[in-house]
């Protein structure tokens, strides 16, 4: 045994966690500081799939988390490269220092690789996020989180919904309904988020001719990728007579410079901003629009109403509590899903993503050493 790794006789437990996106690493943020209350050694590991400042350093200074002990600089490309390349490189790192858990949050292609290899390294892998479902095979990262699930040997799912999910596909992992990490960040910060003035303040060099105003987000594949979707959702935006505020993600920017499309005047383009900030833009402004799935849950928690401009939505609490609405990719369905959630006074049950202590429990579970890798029963 390690002596490294023992403490008065005790086990230490020493758990690798893997991220290699923005939403990822605010996910995993509490985990790690949770783990580290629970005297659990941590080796966190970046894939930099996103490689930008913006869109991954700033976010773990922010979160005030250890720097990455290891980045993998994968960067972009293809999904298969991507995914090959995390795990060529994720497998040196730890058959070189080999953790008693690999942790990985979301359903990424960082999430993919990593998974695969600590699969493939006989090593106990828990997914972080697990249970979620779009019922969509058309979309990676359906198809990604499903394999995950299905290979895990610890299961942590934010909601009822997605327990049952599991619970429906009879999982071989263990089944934890531990609640949702990100709400945990959120309940800590919430007045933060929702004081006037950390809210001018977050306006700071965005001008707009009034407080009422929307916030953009659109990065994935399905939608810029897709000429017809991406110029739909630009028609769709120019009949929203208010100002929308877009922190704009690389991939977007890309790709209208490729098809030399240009965003509407009310459209307002800003850099990628910090976590922060942009859960205290999204709750000062009167509509979210949206293609990603964590900002969906954020808008709820800080009870901003949302427009997904997507086809479905995994997280269908949201939907169901009425405070999220999908819109498909044309102008007049964008116009009119715009116009009947703009500025709706929503007041939205959070205890559907726990009680804000997921993290705290996920860290004792892991710290328990409890999970092991099962085998399922044969039936003749």
């Known amino acids: 045994m390690d002596l490294e790794r023992t403490h008065i006789g005790l086990i230490i ?63 972009s490309g293809t999904g ?53 479902r779009s019922y969509d095979m058309g979309m990676q990262e359906e198809i990604n989180r499903r394999l995950i699930d299905h290979g895990s040997a610890g299961l942590f799912a934010p909601t009822v919904t997605a327990v049952r999910n599991l619970e429906s596909e009879n999982v071989v992992g263990t089944v934890y309904h531990t609640g949702d990490t990100m709400y945990d960040i959120l309940k800590e910060r919430l007045k933060v988020f929702n004081s006037k003035s950390f809210q001018d303040e977050a306006m700071d060099g965005i001008d707009l001719p009034s407080d009422n105003f929307a916030m953009l987000t659109m990065h994935r594949r399905e939608n810029v990728d897709v000429l017809k979707r991406l110029r739909g959702i630009i028609e769709g935006l120019k009949k929203i007579n208010h100002a929308i505020v877009f922190p704009m993600h690389p991939r977007t920017r890309e790709r209208l410079s490729e098809h030399g499309l240009e965003m509407s005047k009310n459209v307002h383009i800003i850099p990628p901003v910090s976590y922060t900030r942009m859960m205290a833009l999204v709750s000062k402004s009167s509509l979210l629009l949206t293609d990603s799935g964590g900002l969906q849950k954020e808008a709820y928690l800080l009870n901003t109403p949302c427009v997904t401009l997507r ?45 804000g202590r997921a993290s705290q429990e996920i860290a004792k579970i892991l710290a328990s050493g409890e999970i092991g890798i099962k085998n399922s029963v044969m039936i003749e």
């Open 13 to 75: 437990m020493h758990v690798a966690l893997v991220t290699g996106t923005r939403p990822q690493i605010i996910k995993s943020a509490p985990v790690i500081h949770a783990l580290e209350k629970e005297g659990v050694q941590v080796t966190f590991i970046h894939t930099g799939q996103h490689y930008d400042y913006e869109l991954a350093a700033q976010f773990i200074e922010e979160l005030a988390i250890k720097q990455p002990d290891k980045n993998l600089e994968v960067g």
């Open 80 to 132: 298969v490269f991507q995914i090959r390349e995390v795990m060529m490189r994720l497998a040196d790192s730890l058959e070189q220092n080999r953790p008693d858990y690999l942790v990985v949050p979301g359903d990424t292609n960082s999430a993919l690789g990593a998974a695969l290899t600590g699969f493939k390294l006989d090593l106990p892998t828990c997914h972080l996020e697990s249970g979620l």
């Open 311 to 355: 086809d479905n939505s995994e997280w269908v609490e949201t939907i169901e509590a009425k405070a999220n609405v999908l819109a498909l990719p044309n102008a007049k369905d964008i116009e009119k899903k715009a116009s009947m959630m703009w500025g709706k006074k929503l007041d939205n049950d959070p205890s559907v993503y726990g009680d």
